[in-house]
């Protein structure tokens, strides 16, 4: 049983620029979840995904998108980057949407704007 | 939205002594869980416990919840230094659909 995998593990992106961050979940599960963490901060909700339907969305701006597919990994996209976006992204998966359930933590995306 | 607001920010203990972290909330919830973070790589599940139960433990560690006071805690017994991290709480957000999740208790354990 793999759990979840984020790639890349860092990257470093110039404000204005785009960016895609990648998230294969944990056999079975069909929920992924997206989380910012500012440097010395708390996970904060971004959004998520059940079943290739958005499926809840945090105070993110819409330039924040992500998808799902059909084997349920999942894309976080965000668009315009601004220096504030510099953060960890978590992507978490779990075997179902609602908060029953407890969630499989990738080791996260190192975002750096510049 | 409601959310965990852990207590102490920051604890420093020697190795082999207990550690007690708290989280509280400002509205009613139907589960809480406790999640570890390690050097700010992915948090790592502890425990969730529901709203009708008031106390759980796994290993060495044990939490509980009072409804009533809006409160959990978290205990580990015996720390090593190999217990130092982050510690955060999770309550259900307003829909019940998703986790929010607090500022964290940073645990030193020294040896």
């Known amino acids: 049983e793999t759990g979840v995998t984020q790639s890349p593990t860092h990257l470093i992106k110039t404000r204005g620029q785009q960016v895609t961050l990648r998230c294969s979940s944990q056999s079975g599960h069909n929920t992924v979840s997206w989380y910012q963490q500012a440097l010395g901060q708390g996970p904060q909700f971004i959004f998520q995904?059940?079943?290739?339907?958005?499926?809840g969305r945090g105070n993110f701006p819409p330039r924040f998108s992500g998808l799902q597919f059909p084997n349920y990994s999942s894309e976080l996209n965000v668009n315009a980057l601004e220096l504030d976006d510099s953060a960890l992204y978590l992507c978490?998966?779990?075997?179902?949407?609602?908060?029953?359930?407890?969630?499989?933590f990738g080791s996260g995306t190192r975002l750096t704007v510049v | 939205s409601q959310q965990g607001e852990e207590d102490p920010q920051a604890l420093s203990i020697q190795e082999g002594e207990n550690a007690t972290m708290n989280c509280s909330y400002k509205t009613s919830i139907n589960n809480l869980q406790w999640y570890r973070q390690n050097s700010g790589r992915g948090l790592v599940h502890l425990i969730l416990i529901r709203s009708n139960e008031r106390e759980k433990h796994s290993g060495r560690l044990r939490v509980t919840l009072d409804t009533s006071k809006k409160s959990s805690s978290l205990l580990i017994t015996a720390s090593r230094a190999a217990d130092t991290a982050s510690y955060f709480c999770?309550?259900?957000?307003?829909?019940?659909?998703?986790?929010?999740f607090g500022p964290g208790t940073r645990l030193s354990v020294l040896p």
């Open positions: 995904y059940y079943r290739e339907e958005e499926n």
């Open positions: 999770a309550t259900d957000d307003n829909y019940g659909q998703n986790f929010v």
């Open positions: 978490a998966s779990s075997l179902g949407s609602g908060a029953g359930y407890g969630y499989t």
